[in-house]
């Protein structure tokens, strides 16, 4: 959905309750719809990732202040700076970006599907790049594994989305701690711990987020 106009009508039948909001179940049911299914864990990442004002929902309203000394434009948003501090509109409506966000994913599977409706591994591979993730194979394989749901090699349109949701949030996390921009953090342990049990989909194997983004100098104290 490209137009806003048909997106916010599309976002207003699914705003059942007139809130100006919808929340994660209401996207997953709206979602189911389309013949998307997912885990409600992973419609909750989804909302995360652009909820700007952090009310764990999405809105159609752009938000903007007027005190604003110095403003630049990033993907995610409008940057102000105030008083020397860094803080983030939204600009785009959260639930627009979100919308972005999914078509430019699944734009990259259409490229590499090739009328079959589904991935293998190194179609996965390929579309990962396009969309800006470059993984090496530990990294790869490993979260391949964890959502190659049938355990088959193929992956549909629900296990690329979810995929693909897991590395943002990944990368949003990474960024958040990677403030020098260098590419590497170092964690004390209370941090290494709020990672590890950051609300990613349910993967067993813990140590991939380390694997696939992190070169981790941990400072226990």
């Known amino acids: 959905m490209e137009n806003t106009t048909i997106l916010k009508e599309w976002f207003e039948r699914v705003d059942s309750e007139k809130t100006g909001n919808i929340t994660a179940s209401q996207l997953k049911s709206a979602l189911a719809v389309g013949n998307l299914e997912f885990p409600i864990s992973i419609v909750q990442q989804m909302i995360r990732m652009y909820d700007f004002d952090k009310n764990g929902t999405m809105s159609f ?14 993907s995610q948003g409008l940057f102000f700076y105030l008083d020397d501090n860094l803080a983030l509109i939204s600009f785009y409506p959260e639930f627009v970006v979100l919308n972005k966000f999914l078509l430019k994913v699944q734009q990259a599977f ?46 549909r349109l629900d ?4 995929l693909s ?57």
Do not use: W
Request: with cysteine; aromatic share 16%; glycine share 4%.
């Open 165 to 221: 949701i897991f590395l943002q949030s990944a990368r949003n996390l990474f960024n958040s701690f990677d403030t020098a921009k260098q590419g590497r953090v170092t964690l004390d342990l209370n941090q290494f711990v709020y990672c590890s049990e950051y609300p990613f989909h349910s993967i067993t194997c813990r140590t991939l987020r380390m694997r696939a983004f992190v070169s981790f100098d941990c400072k226990y104290s």
């Open 159 to 162: 296990d690329f989305i979810s």
């Open 61 to 74: 309203d752009g938000k903007c202040l007027s005190e604003a000394t110095e403003l630049s434009y990033s």
């Open 110 to 155: 259409s490229d590499f599907e090739r009328d079959r409706g589904y991935l293998v591994h190194d179609d996965v591979y390929e579309a990962l790049v396009k969309i800006g993730f470059s993984l090496d194979s530990p990294a790869f394989y490993t979260v391949c594994e964890s959502f190659d749901q049938k355990k088959n090699g193929r992956f």
